[in-house]
């Protein structure tokens, strides 16, 4: 039987939770916690899978968003996770959201951007298999097109308007532009699925958090 997965995303006020047998997404649920998710999340997903009739021990695979995003986001998605599969006894993995919006692309070169506030973006270039091209960064929008590699392009965003205005004189001006969904827990679904079939899933404990950029306490620390 093709393995049952459990997706959460909690990096940002819209986040989003899913089921998924094998690479077939059951049901994908929408949230919008602005306030943020650890006081929600739980009952979302008791939720869920009292409507799918499942209980915790049947997941085969628990899965996140490992970042980037925000800060106590990241945690509490990935201490979720850590939490349900060690006390399952089952395997997890962490998925970056830059892969996961590559998901949604179809170009062979997918460039991700992501708004990382304070006047910058997260950015990286996927391939269709979702292998890194272009490392995840985070910088300005500008330096960033200047690195990216030649070949044809197509650009993925979340908030594909604003993008569309920042190529506009430079050589990715007429380049695609796909819009992809604020909810990205059925991609990470999708993805953690191979990696489980793959044998690249990992004892919880293992998996991490991937800020991309420092925290401020981090970036303004001083001895």
Same mark, same amino acid.
């Given at each position: ?143 960033? +097109? ?72 981090? +970036?303004?620390?001083?001895?």
């Amino acid at each position: 039987m093709k393995p049952l997965l459990l997706a959460i995303d909690t990096t940002h006020e819209f986040g989003s939770i899913a089921l998924a047998r094998g690479m077939e997404v059951l049901e994908e649920v929408a949230l919008h916690a602005p306030d943020g998710f650890a006081h929600v999340i739980y009952g979302q997903l008791r939720d869920l899978l009292e409507r799918r009739r499942l209980n915790p021990e049947d997941i085969d695979c628990f899965a996140a968003a490992s970042g980037p995003g925000s800060f106590t986001g990241v945690r509490v998605g990935l201490a979720c996770v850590k939490g349900l599969a060690e006390a399952c006894g089952k395997p997890a993995a962490g998925v970056s959201n830059l892969q996961a919006m590559a998901w949604y692309g179809s170009a062979p070169l997918r460039a991700v951007v992501m708004d990382a506030r304070r006047g910058e973006i997260y950015g990286a270039v996927y391939n269709a298999a979702g292998d890194l091209v272009a490392p995840e960064t985070v910088g300005g929008f500008s330096k960033w +097109l200047e690195s990216l590699p030649e070949g044809d392009l197509e650009f993925v965003s979340a908030d594909s308007g604003l993008v569309r205005e920042a190529l506009e004189g430079t050589r990715w001006e007429t380049a695609p532009l796909v819009t992809a969904p604020r909810a990205l827990a059925a991609a990470i679904a999708t993805i953690a699925c191979a990696r489980l079939v793959r044998g690249e899933a990992c004892d919880p404990a293992a998996l991490d958090a991937n800020y991309v950029r420092r925290s401020d306490a981090e +970036l303004f620390w001083k001895e």
